[in-house]
């Protein structure tokens, strides 16, 4: 507000004698030409606590690692006379194939043993062996940047997608039953008792379901198919897993007769059918993450629980009477030492940042787990094609492997290429097969799991397995079995690292409600008028359940952490699951 400098207010008995005081006013003109001066204070209190969360809870990138435990039993034996194969073999009965060399004075170049442990290894390390990995003439030329992926390749993923259309084939070693459902149909099942009270059933899975619950059967009586579930299991230890029991009140036909087979899915509320029953599928995963993003090192002096296992393989002669030379009768590579088995653990990250802000689940939910995907890439040539199945084909059907595994089965193959080239020794063998590497952005097959809408939770039901055989066209096991469905080796592609949590409770809204913090992955009941989801709990937030994650945070990007027991096992033999102690059981006399 500006005041005229040469304005002046007189009284009015000042101006003329006879005059007055009056009031008067003068317009005066609001206009700025001026401001306060405010000095700020130069420095304010800060929580540093309260600005490293609120940065850790808005940081979307991660770089997760893990240290893989690589547990290997190396199992069959075989025979080969591919020369490069023979010189680096961990030899059995040696002594017995030089005495039969000694006799004929002849031999078929055909050596008995074991592939090396190298042959498995997630980093190979015989960069120096004549005739095999160096020249001249050599099986192939090895490069040592490529040492961490002729055997294994490794990357990131996340389940992005659901097939409900996936053709499936389990069976069952105790009542030599097989099925053959679509995902979508659920759990199998054979009922193997109808006794006067009950009538059990027995799945070839886990089959998740609880005292109180229901299921509806892929059979029906009388348009009946929802039954409640009475009791689990059938007196046997950890039957209770796969065994399930209804009421028997006197069913007439044949309905549920011993031997009788279908299919089942879980419900939990036969008032709200439609909106509680499970969902059954196989999840999909994407690729994240390209090879060459890898970073994969031993992990210092860090080895597994079980022993390295070497042997001394010696130069064997015969011969050399009557002043004759002995002549030589095991290959000239000898002597070497060959290694059975090793202890070595791995370091696995990835020098890529991971941004989850965008990634959607396989549920259209926010990504809470990360995978590390592992794929046996066999570059060395002894190995087919990998096959791929679930955990209920992995045991011996007869004692023999599941037909599933059958090289000829399409059902059993992966959707990663393979590639073939003919060796550098003279004369050329071939082909050989390996598989390919995997891009950015690829999709494979995973687990066989349950969703429910209504309790919004996913069970996986079986883990995803690959299966890895011989090549017999140059390395023939001495065990049986069909040539083109062989005994092998099984192991776990997708192993998982939580980098979030879903609450174990839910959390409930009314549709009409004004709710702040509804997510957009709530499922809507029709039913109950309202939204049902599980929160997403904050970094660091660990409750009292010990449910929650607290992985170190730093330089605006996440570092979690997974201990990963990547096992190789043989067919027939699954090794114990050694990262887990069981709690001794305590009932109400203890």
């Given amino acids: 507000m500006v005041v005229n400098e040469n304005s002046k207010i007189i009284l009015g008995n000042k101006r003329f004698q006879n005059s007055t005081n009056v009031t008067e006013s003068e317009k005066v003109t609001l206009s700025q030409k001026a401001k306060e001066f405010v000095e700020y204070d130069r420095s304010i209190d800060v929580s540093l606590p309260q600005v490293f969360d609120d940065e850790r809870q808005l940081s979307s990138i991660f770089r997760p690692t893990t240290k893989y435990s690589f547990i290997f039993k190396n199992y069959y034996s075989g025979s080969t006379n591919y020369q490069p194969y023979v010189d680096y073999l961990y030899y059995v009965n040696l002594n017995e194939t030089v005495e039969q060399i000694a006799c004929n004075g002849v031999t078929d170049n055909t050596w008995y043993g074991f592939p090396q442990y190298t042959e498995f290894d997630l980093i190979r390390n015989d960069n120096d062996k004549p005739g095999y990995t160096i020249g001249p003439n050599e099986h192939q030329q090895f490069l040592n940047k490529n040492s961490t992926t002729y055997n294994w390749t490794h990357y990131l993923s996340y389940p992005v997608s659901n097939d409900s259309n996936k053709q499936l084939t389990a069976n069952d070693t105790q009542t030599l039953t097989t099925w053959n459902w679509v995902a979508s149909d659920g759990i199998p099942f054979i009922i193997t008792s109808n006794a006067d009270s009950n009538i059990e059933f027995r799945c070839p899975m886990k089959h998740g379901l609880q005292e109180g619950e229901y299921v509806e059967l892929s059979i029906d009586y009388s348009g009946e198919t929802i039954f409640t579930i ?181 059902l059993a193959d992966t959707n990663i290429p393979t590639q073939q080239y003919n060796s550098n020794i003279l004369p050329t063998s071939g082909p050989f097969i390996y598989m390919s590497n995997l891009n950015n952005g690829d999709i494979i097959d995973g687990d066989f799991c349950e969703w429910n809408d209504y309790d919004q939770k996913e069970r996986v039901i079986s883990r995803y397995v690959n299966k890895i055989t011989f090549n017999q066209n140059f390395f023939v096991q001495n065990l049986g079995a069909f040539q083109n469905n062989t005994y092998g080796y099984y192991y776990y592609p997708h192993n998982p690292i939580t980098i979030k949590v879903y609450s174990e409770y839910i959390e409930e809204a009314e549709g009409d409600a004004e709710v702040v913090g509804i997510p957009d992955y709530a499922f809507y009941s029709n039913a109950s008028n309202g939204f049902r989801w599980r929160d997403l709990y904050p970094f660091g937030f660990v409750d009292t359940e010990g449910v929650g994650v607290d992985y170190p945070f730093t330089n605006g990007k996440h570092y979690p952490y997974e201990n990963t027991i990547f096992r190789v096992f043989p067919e027939g033999i699954g090794l114990p699951n050694i990262n887990e102690i069981v709690q001794p059981e305590i009932d109400d006399c203890e």
């Fill in 230 to 410: 009475e009791f689990l299991g059938n007196g046997g230890q950890g039957s209770e897993d796969y065994y399930f029991n209804i009421y028997n009140i006197g069913y007439l036909d044949n309905t549920f007769d011993a031997g009788t087979t279908g299919t089942f899915k879980r419900v939990l509320d036969t008032e709200n059918v439609n909106e509680t029953k499970s969902k059954y599928y196989v999840r999909q995963h994407k690729i994240l993450t390209d090879v060459e993003d890898t970073v994969l090192t031993k992990a210092a002096f860090d080895n597994n629980i079980f022993t390295l296992k070497t042997q001394l393989e010696k130069p064997i002669f015969y011969g050399g009477n009557n002043g004759n030379p002995p002549t030589l009768a095991t290959p000239p590579t000898l002597p070497r030492t060959s290694i059975l088995e090793g202890s070595q653990s791995y370091t696995l990250s990835f020098n890529k940042d991971i941004d989850i802000s965008n990634l959607i689940d396989n549920q259209k939910r926010p990504v809470s787990e990360l995978f590390f995907t592992t794929i046996w890439k066999g570059y060395w040539g002894w190995t087919n094609k990998i096959r791929q199945g679930h955990e209920f084909n992995t045991p011996l059907f007869f004692n023999l492997p599941s037909q599933w595994w059958d090289l000829n089965n399409s």
